[in-house]
């Protein structure tokens, strides 16, 4: 209630000040001043706005007036008189101003209104125990106090059945009221109130209806005093400006409607700040949730796709690793892995098989299982320090001392993805079964070619015999001759020479075959071989040619290269024997047989070149399978062994063959160098 009221108020003092406010207006200064003095009609029984008090006149009007008057240089002279004795006194002009007049518009006609300074309301006021006056509806029958001339009254008048109790002034009609010759007060609620509390019966009263009516004070001045108006208006809002209003407006009311209002102000200011502060956090809290919220989705989405990709990852792993052991265990050869420090880190069945244990010897070093410790026999530390690799090399294997099993393994380093070396791995397998498999096919083409070549070099010990046995059953008749013994001397040995390589090259071929590679000289291995077939070559009708470069060396096991080679002159022989077959002409005259070594840098070159029947591309590329031959009483193994002996023996052999024109077969070997020197990694 309270708060509504000095709202109000404090509304129409903002209104008041900002409607007309113009502080420093000099005609008005100066018209003040010719004013000099004013009297001013003042009914002093409206408390606490002016009253007598002890014999001075007071209040709140009388001090603002008292500030307006100092602030515009006016000299006031009271004039005491009600309100209606005053309305008539300002017409008569007996005074220039009515002191604390509310506005109404029936003055209006006669009158200016300064600018309104105080707005009280109209109250109705009764006995604490009257419970039946809620309102003015109520009135009626009431006997009711109220001053003459006021809004109160105006509005009143209108009600009918209400018993007035008229009085000249509001002190007047409350007394009508305390005394009990009314039951009901209208009026001035603030005069009202203090009343009350000098009476000291503020308990013995209630207001029924606190804001009846607003009740707006001002300063008049005779109708056309525009001047005068001026003047009072400015004083006002001196006083409001100058903080003076505030200050009486305590004294007498003990809150100021302006710092109410500041205070308001400030309230609402913080309220409205606190609220700003509360919605800025608020969407900020909210904007930074949002913003976290996405960071999280964002990261959860990151996490998740991390997830899936790990999950990926292992999966692949899993599958690579296991693709990995499928591998291994499904290898047909032995599979064995070393760290650095020699200890085994993989061992695959086929490994255990051959080796003959149960258990995977993860961990242990391999020196404990003797096959793999034989196996890596001066290999191991090459491999680890210079990554050096072991192809293809062979280990006879007699676990039992009686059974032997022909192992063929590789030595060869682990790389990590870096390229390091980070251990060894040793594949074998066990070639037995190979080995006795090609040591009967061997056998086979063996004994044909040498069923071929006796019955090319049959002729050809008969010769020498012939020619020895000639000599010898001439000795007794022409041993005195010196011619005879001269050339019996010359050619005996030069045919038992030759009788000699010939059986020499025989019992070389018959041996049994062991690889045993050793430093060979290139053209002492041809002619070996080339003295076999000289005599049925030339009997073909054929020629011969060689080009040998000297002193060229290869490391190979001497007897399967002289095997290669015969072979190879066989298939060469033999192309140009069918091929002088088919010929009617004479052009297969005078074929020949080339057979040239020679050598590069880094290699060195054996070639048997025919001018046979030659080969298509089909035919030869078929050539080096096993068993293909085109040959009646062929076997089709020559070249295929052939070409199986050149690797083991580290060499290639290149085929090209042009049909109808012959063949060259090329054997490439590393050079081999000198006995303290590397040599082709077989030693
Ligand atoms: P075979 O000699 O027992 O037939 P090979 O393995 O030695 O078996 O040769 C296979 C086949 O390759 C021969 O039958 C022949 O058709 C062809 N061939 C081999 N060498 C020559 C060559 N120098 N000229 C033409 N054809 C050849
Ligand atoms: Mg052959």
Redesign the pocket.
């Known amino acids: 209630m309270m708060l509504a009221r000095l709202s109000f108020t404090v509304m129409v003092l903002i209104g008041a000040v900002l409607m007309n406010f113009s502080p420093g207006d000099m005609a008005g200064l100066a018209e003040s001043n010719r004013q000099g003095k004013i009297r001013v009609a003042v009914d002093p029984h409206l408390p606490p706005f002016q009253f007598m008090d002890e014999g001075t006149l007071t209040g709140f009007n009388i001090d603002i007036l008292e500030k307006v008057a100092e602030y515009q240089q006016l000299e006031v002279e009271y004039v005491p008189l009600n309100l209606e004795q005053s309305v008539d006194a300002l017409a008569n002009g007996e005074v220039d101003v009515i002191l604390g007049i509310h506005f109404s518009a029936d003055y209006a006609e006669r009158m200016e209104f300064s600018d309104r300074f105080f707005t009280s309301s109209v109250g109705v006021l009764v006995p604490a125990h009257e419970d039946h006056i809620k309102g003015l509806a109520d009135l009626s029958n009431r006997i009711v106090a109220l001053q003459r001339g006021t809004v109160e009254y105006d509005f009143l008048r209108n009600i009918r059945r209400v018993k007035y109790h008229v009085t000249s002034s509001q002190a007047q009609a409350f007394e009508l009221l305390q005394r009990g010759r009314a039951e009901v007060f209208v009026g001035n609620r603030h005069t009202a109130e203090y009343l009350l509390q000098e009476y000291g019966v503020a308990n013995q009263y209630q207001f029924a209806d606190g804001y009846l009516l607003p009740l707006e004070y001002s300063l008049a001045v005779p109708g056309g005093r525009y001047q005068l108006l001026h003047t009072l208006n400015r004083g006002l809002r001196t006083v409001v400006h100058e903080g003076d209003y505030t200050q009486i407006y305590n004294h007498w009311f003990g809150q100021d409607p302006a710092l109410v209002a500041q205070r308001l102000r400030t309230a609402i200011t913080v309220i409205v700040s606190l609220f700003a502060i509360a919605l800025m956090m608020m969407v900020y809290g909210m904007y930074w949730n949002r913003k976290l919220q996405q960071e999280v989705d964002n990261k959860t989405k990151d996490l998740q796709e991390a997830n899936r990709s790990l999950a990926y990852q292992i999966e692949e792993t899993k599958n690579s690793q296991q693709f990995k052991e499928q591998i291994l265990d499904s290898s047909p050869r032995g599979i064995v892995t070393c760290d650095r420090h020699g200890l085994i880190t993989s061992f695959n069945p086929k490994a255990l098989e051959i080796v003959g244990v149960e258990e995977k010897p993860l961990g242990r070093h391999y020196s404990h299982i003797p096959l793999i410790s034989a196996l890596f026999k001066g290999k191991i530390s090459q491999v680890l320090a210079q990554g050096q690799q072991f192809l293809g090399e062979e280990y006879d294997w007699a676990p039992d001392g009686q059974t032997t099993y022909h192992l063929r393994y590789y030595v060869y380093p682990l790389y990590d993805y870096e390229k390091h070396v980070t251990g060894v791995i040793l594949s074998f397998e066990d070639v037995t079964e190979e080995y006795r498999l090609r040591e009967q096919l061997f056998t086979q083409?063996k004994n044909?070619a040498l069923g071929q070549l006796v019955a090319g070099i049959a002729h050809e010990i008969r010769n020498p015999l012939t020619s020895i046995k000639t000599f010898a059953e001439l000795i007794p008749s022409k041993f005195e001759n010196a011619v005879f013994r001269q050339e019996m001397a010359t050619h005996v040995p030069k045919e038992i020479e030759r009788l000699n390589q010939l059986i020499g090259g025989l019992i070389d071929y018959a041996k049994p075959r062991r690889a045993k590679k050793e430093p060979v000289y290139v053209q002492s291995l041809i002619e070996a071989v080339l003295i076999l077939f000289q005599p049925s070559v030339e009997k073909k009708g054929f020629r011969v040619r060689t080009n040998l470069e000297r002193d060229l060396s290869i490391n190979v096991d001497a007897q399967q290269m002289k095997q290669v080679l015969i072979?190879?002159i066989?298939?060469?022989i033999?192309?140009?024997e069918?091929k002088r077959n088919k010929a009617v002409d004479a052009q297969a005259e005078g074929l020949t047989l080339h057979v040239s070594a020679w050598a590069d840098e880094t290699d060195v070159y054996i070639a048997?070149k025919?001018e046979?029947?030659?080969?298509s591309m089909e035919?030869?590329n078929?050539?080096?399978?096993?068993?293909?031959?085109?040959?009646p009483?062929?076997?089709?193994?020559?070249?295929?062994?052939?070409q199986q002996y050149v690797a083991e023996n580290n060499g290639r052999l290149v085929?090209e063959?042009t049909p109808g024109q012959?063949?060259v077969?090329t054997l490439i070997f590393n050079k081999e160098r000198d006995a303290n020197g590397q040599d082709t990694g077989n030693r």
Do not use: C
Request: charged fraction near 20%; aromatic fraction near 6%; hydrophobic fraction near 40%.
């Open positions: 083409e044909r072979n190879l066989l298939n060469a033999e192309a140009m069918i048997i025919d046979g029947i030659g080969m035919e030869l078929k050539a080096f399978e096993p068993f293909y031959t085109t040959k009483k062929g076997t089709g193994l020559g070249l295929s062994l052939s085929a063959s012959g063949t077969i």
